[in-house]
Structures are given as structure tokens and as C-alpha cells.
């Protein structure tokens, strides 16, 4: 399979770094949350979403949508044709009983790209496995045949009994079509966070009822949640107020109705249904459906989602390059630039504000590419309801790099860019007021500010704008 693709990017091409990550996932089975991106720098960056389903003739079957980011491979040059070679290997344990089922493939994946750069673009193989019905737990390994390393991801699939009167709904599945990429064609998304270039979304799951004469009536409705997307505020002002959104992070009691949908299967058997939206603005949103069994239970599922910037997690446009800037510049500049609305003009500003600061072409380059390699790994790293790079701990690690020590307690971080845990200027400490759970599955980590860092991230500021940070990152 051959895969090309060309991407512009602003003083040439930025090195991807790759590091560990977390997921999203609840552990409430009832909602479907997708992942985050777990990476580990030298290996396959993979991503996958499982379904389970019943065919037409009421075969049980697993979908296995696997995603592999085609900038963490390593490609050889051979006869002129520029490839990698990756092996996958997809898993099948039945939890509720003894079957299991092992299916490999081998994939030579070619592009045109010369050096590393940073770049979302996925080969995505699907695979449509038969097994019985239960649930299973899926295993998904991708193995990088030049470096022999692999990275695995997991997750679960049920599927109902065709011959068992009982109600079941499937787990939802989203799927979106961007026009650029495709004519009609929607694509699984494997992941927690949908880029805003995705042209519109759908939902789909499966509704199985062998009860003839019971009818059921199925409940959709999406809804958003209030949720803080705005830029992480300095270091020296005063700790967020325990009533603003932006401590709070998502307000779940607060759910805006987008659209409602009742529906009513008077046949028997297994039904695919799907729902379809045009693209969403930036926010929060969880897709709900609901229904009633036979003995009077309440069966429910949900997939939760948020759109994100237009090339998340990469930077690329010139609007996603200036936003950033905002803990570089002040913040009546940074307003005025983000009021350009042409792109072109936009780019120019963005431009003349490193030239304006770190003179020398060549350095300013290396500057630039330091920079948005970080917000990249922010992204990565720190994303919750809103783009990592806009958290307190993407804001740190932008500025600071990456912490010399961790130290991690119940509902706090602290970060240590000394040797001494005990030096107030470099030592950084977060605290969440939420704790991670099923109802909000997020890490909203918030810096516990102070008016002493003013001059800590002044002085960090002339690192970046002097080019200093090359040679002198603290």
C-alpha cells in the first residue's frame, strides 16, 4: 500500500518527539471515551477502536479499526522507494468463555517524505474478525520490523446473543469524513479528540431485541458540556477562583441540548442505526442513547468526544502557530496579531515577531522548531477537555522542557527543574480539584501560582527571545 502526502510547515520541517502518555478511558463501561495518544519516544505510535456487532445472519463479529501514525516509523531507502515495514497482530480472548483467535499481518507502508517531521497522518487497517458471542477483551500489537519495537494497545468488545431474548446496545462508535481526504467515505475515530477539518461526524451502533411482540423505542440526544478552552494565565497572577470555569474544567451539571432523536423498532432482530452531524464547533459534546429491556432496566451508552484545533495534535496552520505565542508575547500584542483574519498576513506576523527577537536566521529556525515541537508534546501529554499546550502543565513544560523530577501524591505534582526539591524558583507544584473517576475522566492539573515566579518566567521569556534557550534552558 503506498501513501503519499506533503506538508508545509513554517521554517522547514519540525522534529517530532515522542513521549509517554496517558489515556482517557473510564473505567464506566457505559461510556466510550476513545484514547489519548500513547507514544514512547523510537516506537510505533498506534490507535485503535473495537466493536463489537452481529451481521446479517446474525453472525458475531468484532470491527477493528487500528491507526498507525506513519511519522513514528522508521523507513528505508530501496530501489528508490522510500518504505517500513510493520507486522500487526490483533489478539482475541474471550473473557466469558475459552475462545480466542490470533490474526497477523505484515504491511509495507511507503512515502515520499525525506527526514523526520511532525505529522497526524495515519495508515488505518481494518479487520473484521468472526468469533462467538461474549465479550472479549482485544489486544492490538504493532511491531516496527527496522527498529524491532512494538507498542499495544487494548481494548474490549461484547456481543450479544442472537439467540437470547435479552435487549443489548453495542458500544456507540464515531466515525467522521473529511472531503480533502475522502469522496463519502466515513472513517473511525479512534481517538478522544476529533480535528476540526473533520467535515462532519456519525455515530453508529447496533440495537438487538428478539422479543416479537415487545417493540423498543430508542432515546438519542447530543448534548455539550461547558468546558474551559482558554490559555493558561502567567505564573505570577493570583490561583484560579474556585467558582470559574477554568478550575471547575468541565461543568457536567450544565449540559446544553444540541439534538434529540426518538426512535421505535417494531421488528424483531438486530438493527444498525446511525445518527449524522455536520461538523461542531470547538467544544465538549457526548453522544447518549438510551432504552428499555424487558424487565423494565434501563440499558445505556454514550460516547464522549471533543473537537479540537484543525490539525490537532500538530500545529500547522498559521492561526494554530500564533496562538501559542501567547506565554511569549505580551497580551495586548498577542490579541492584536490574533485579530489578523487573513492567513497570509497572519503568517507574516508571525514571522516578523522571531526575526524581531532572535536576529540570526539560522538560530531563530532552530528556535522555532524547539518551540512548536513542544506544544506538539504538550498536546500529547497534557490533553484533557482542551489542547494540552493550553493547560498549566503544557504551559511549563513549553517554557521549561521537560521536568527534571516528578513527584506524584494523591491529587498533586510537583515538577523539579533543580537539584535542590527545595528551591522555590524552580520547583512547580500542581494540584487537580477534581479526582479522575468514571463521572469526569479528566487530569485537570492546576499550578499552584505565586507572585514570586514574575520574574522566574521573565527571565525564562529572554531565554526564547534572545535564542539563549538553545544553550541555556534555565
Not at 47 to 57: A, M, T
Not at 240 to 248: G, H, N
Not at 292 to 321: C, H, I, K, W
Not at 378 to 392: I, L, P, S, V
Request: charged share 25%; with cysteine; glycine share 4%.
Amino acid at each position: 500500500m503506498s501513501i503519499h502526502f506533503k506538508h508545509f510547515l513554517l521554517f522547514g520541517v519540525l522534529s517530532l518527539g515522542l513521549l509517554l502518555s496517558g489515556c482517557v478511558r473510564s473505567s464506566n463501561p457505559d461510556v466510550e471515551r476513545g484514547s489519548l495518544f500513547q507514544f514512547q519516544d523510537g516506537y510505533p505510535e498506534v490507535r485503535s477502536s473495537s466493536i463489537g456487532l452481529l451481521s446479517e445472519n446474525d453472525q458475531p463479529l468484532i470491527n477493528i479499526t487500528t491507526d498507525i501514525v506513519l511519522s513514528s516509523l522508521i523507513y528505508s531507502t530501496k530501489d528508490e522507494k522510500r518504505a517500513a515495514n510493520v507486522s500487526l497482530e490483533i489478539r482475541i480472548l474471550q473473557e466469558d468463555g475459552d475462545f480466542t483467535k490470533t490474526v497477523r499481518k505484515d504491511f509495507e507502508i511507503e512515502s515520499e517524505f525525506e527526514g523526520s517531521f511532525i505529522s497526524q497522518e495515519v495508515f488505518t487497517h481494518n479487520e473484521v474478525i468472526e468469533v462467538v458471542p461474549g465479550t472479549f477483551e482485544v489486544n492490538i500489537t504493532v511491531l516496527d520490523q527496522s527498529s524491532d519495537r512494538a507498542s499495544s494497545r487494548t481494548s474490549q468488545a461484547t456481543i450479544p446473543n442472537p439467540e437470547n431474548p435479552q435487549v443489548s446496545l453495542t458500544t456507540i462508535r464515531l466515525l467522521g469524513k473529511n472531503l480533502e481526504l475522502t469522496e463519502n467515505q466515513y472513517t473511525p475515530i479512534t481517538t478522544y479528540t476529533v480535528p476540526s477539518k473533520i467535515d462532519s461526524l456519525k455515530m453508529d451502533f447496533q440495537v438487538t431485541n428478539n422479543e416479537v411482540e415487545d417493540p423498543l423505542t430508542i432515546n438519542a440526544r447530543l448534548i455539550q458540556y461547558p468546558a474551559d478552552t482558554s490559555y493558561a494565565r502567567p505564573m505570577n497572577f493570583n490561583n484560579y477562583s474556585p467558582s470559574s470555569l477554568p478550575y471547575i474544567g468541565v461543568d457536567m451539571r450544565r449540559a446544553e441540548e444540541i439534538d434529540t432523536n426518538v426512535r421505535r423498532l417494531d421488528q424483531p432482530g438486530s438493527v444498525l442505526i446511525e445518527f449524522k452531524y455536520p461538523l461542531l464547533e470547538r467544544g465538549t459534546y457526548r453522544f447518549e442513547v438510551e432504552t428499555t429491556d424487558q424487565d423494565g432496566e434501563t440499558l445505556y451508552r454514550a460516547r464522549d468526544f471533543s473537537v479540537m484545533s484543525e490539525n490537532y495534535p500538530s500545529v500547522m496552520t498559521a492561526r494554530e502557530l500564533a496562538e501559542p505565542l501567547i506565554y511569549l508575547m505580551d497580551r495586548r500584542d498577542h490579541e492584536r496579531m490574533m485579530e489578523i483574519q487573513e492567513a497570509d498576513s497572519l503568517k507574516e506576523a508571525v514571522d516578523r515577531f522571531w526575526l524581531s527577537n532572535v536576529k540570526n536566521m539560522n538560530q531563530a529556525r532552530s528556535v522555532i522548531n524547539l518551540y512548536y515541537e513542544r506544544v506538539e508534546q504538550a498536546n500529547k501529554q497534557f490533553t484533557n477537555f482542551k489542547e494540552g499546550w493550553k493547560t498549566d502543565m503544557g504551559m511549563i513544560y513549553i517554557l521549561f522542557g521537560p521536568p527534571w523530577y516528578v513527584d506524584r501524591y494523591l491529587n498533586t505534582m510537583d515538577w523539579s527543574y533543580s537539584y535542590d526539591r527545595n528551591d522555590p524558583q524552580y520547583n512547580f507544584t500542581f494540584r487537580r480539584p477534581n479526582l479522575k473517576n468514571e463521572f469526569f475522566p479528566f487530569d485537570n492539573y492546576l499550578l499552584q501560582r505565586n507572585q514570586g515566579y514574575f520574574n522566574v518566567q521573565y527571565r525564562q521569556i529572554q531565554l526564547w527571545l534572545t535564542g539563549n534557550i538553545l544553550t541555556n534552558r534555565l
